[in-house]
């Protein structure tokens, strides 16, 4: 499989910077959660544990802004337990490194305790590092080490490559749907989702998340919680 050049970091914090500045002017506990940046040491030290490389656009976004960082996981936690939700209009949680190394090694366990049937389709590649995922790891997003792309996994069904060509695309999008949000008008992805949802609903669950309203990822939105989203335009 041949590589395809990263984006220049500088457009992976470009790009960052757009998620960040909608976040801080609208939804300011989101916001609050990100975390501080990465260590270099850590993200070595990370390196090692997983046995990969980490691309330069990934290296460097963990150093700018780490989700989780100085924080441990409480005991029992889930699997991902420092998880930023909110951020991610298609749902799932933002992960930072420590999410990152624990989802990684859960994926990667269970590709070795139970191998897939069909080789050429496994369910997990050591070469993808988890980006998003819901606390139980169900599904989620992947960026692939070898490419750059960024791809996607569901339990019950094959994962999905190069949904977006690198991660500064995957961050222009969500910087795209957040806006979109905020001016009322939610703009067409550039890529894949994890899961349906029509525009609308999208932009009522981004809402109501970061506005401290309880919505699922799936199904019937209440209609409180519409009236209250319409009532804020």
């Known amino acids: 499989m ?36 990465g260590s270099s040491t850590a993200v070595s030290d990370a390196e090692e544990r997983m046995g990969l490389k980490l691309p330069k656009e990934l290296r460097q976004w963990l150093l700018a802004n780490d989700v989780g960082t100085g924080k441990q996981p409480d005991a029992g936690s889930c699997l991902v337990a420092l998880g930023c939700a909110g951020v991610i209009p298609s749902g799932g949680l933002l992960l930072g490194l420590t999410d990152i190394e624990r989802v990684y090694s859960h994926k990667v366990d269970m590709e070795e ?37 960024v791809g ?44 349906n949802h029509g525009p609308e609903g999208e932009a009522i669950r981004l809402w109501a998340r970061a506005n401290g309203y309880l919505v699922n990822d799936n199904g019937r939105i209440l209609a409180s919680i519409r009236e209250a989203y319409e009532a804020s335009l």
């Open 152 to 195: 996607s996994w569901n339990e019950g069904s094959n994962p999905e490559e190069g949904e977006f060509t690198s991660l500064f695309a995957f961050f222009q999008d969500v910087a795209d749907h957040l806006e979109g949000v905020s001016s009322g008008v939610a703009r067409e992805s550039t890529g894949g989702r994890m899961h």
């Open 113 to 149: 305790m139970e191998p897939s049937e069909d080789s050429d389709y496994p369910s997990w590649r050591r070469e993808w590092v988890p980006i998003v995922a819901e606390s139980d790891g169900f599904y989620g997003r992947f960026l692939n080490t070898r490419t750059g792309g």
């Open 2 to 37: 041949s590589e395809i050049p990263a984006p220049e970091a500088e457009d992976v914090r470009q790009a960052w910077s757009r998620v960040t500045n909608w976040l801080e002017q609208n939804a300011p506990d989101v916001f609050a959660t990100l975390g501080g940046p």
